[in-house]
């Protein structure tokens, strides 16, 4: 199974400056076939279902704020929350959907505003 | 507006059998493949099961092969997770989730449904 690792656990950032959340995959979650990265992120606020806020890496789903943005490729992928806004303080998940299952979830990482 | 409403969970002793509902509305049912994930209280996301458009791939996690079993009725516009022999691990918020473009990755989740499986 392909292990998602997140760093850190928690941040807590000032309004207005930049979130950074990293996530490491045990294997290259890289399809060489259509050079696609099989990654995902979420947002989660408590009491309510995960929200999908970028997949492929890099792509934002439909409605998400641009202030929110994916990198990274092969084995190691960024989250960036650019000008961190009070409602983002939420657990973000990252999650590799690559080939068969399981597909697995990063531990999530929590962001509070300092 | 597409709609995912989980039914069904409750308090169960262990060694005991559930069965959650999902229904959909707002999205053609029988486009989209289906996935259950579930969540323990204050715990991360775990992937359960998946099943296709017409029942004919479906998955489980290691965690559940052999107790559970993940069905849909489509004229129903219905997803459904049988549960047996529950295990106090199996705590957790239910979800359903509907396939994005791809079979693990997911986009509109309903609200969940909380088993507990408790003594």
């Known amino acids: 199974d392909i292990v998602m690792t997140q760093s850190p656990d928690s941040l807590a950032v000032s309004l207005g400056e930049r979130a950074t959340i990293k996530c490491k995959s045990s294997?290259?979650?890289?399809?060489?076939?259509?050079?696609?990265?099989?990654l995902a992120w979420f947002q989660q606020k408590p009491g309510q279902p995960p929200k999908l806020l970028i997949y492929w890496a890099s792509t934002r789903y439909s409605g998400v704020p641009d202030r929110f943005s994916g990198s990274g490729s092969l084995t190691d992928f960024t989250l960036t929350i650019s000008s961190l806004q009070a409602e983002d303080a939420a657990v973000y998940y990252c999650q590799q959907y690559y080939g068969s299952p399981p597909w697995t979830f990063g531990q999530g990482t929590k962001v509070e505003i300092k | 507006e597409v709609q995912l409403v989980e039914s069904g969970g409750g308090l169960v002793k262990p060694g005991g059998s559930l069965r959650l509902s999902c229904a959909a509305s707002g999205f053609t049912f029988n486009d989209y493949s289906l996935n259950w994930v579930r969540q323990a209280p204050g715990k991360g996301l775990e992937w359960v099961s998946y099943i296709d458009s017409w029942s004919s791939d479906i998955y489980y996690a290691d965690s559940v092969k052999g107790r559970f079993t993940i069905s849909r009725d489509n004229p129903m516009n219905s997803l459904y997770l049988e549960m047996n022999s529950l295990r106090a691990e199996d705590t957790a918020m239910y979800y359903c989730a509907r396939v994005y473009m791809f079979q693990g990755l997911v986009d509109y989740w309903g609200p969940g449904t909380l088993v507990t499986v408790s003594s």
């Open positions: 294997q290259s979650v890289l399809h060489r076939s259509d050079n696609k990265n099989y």
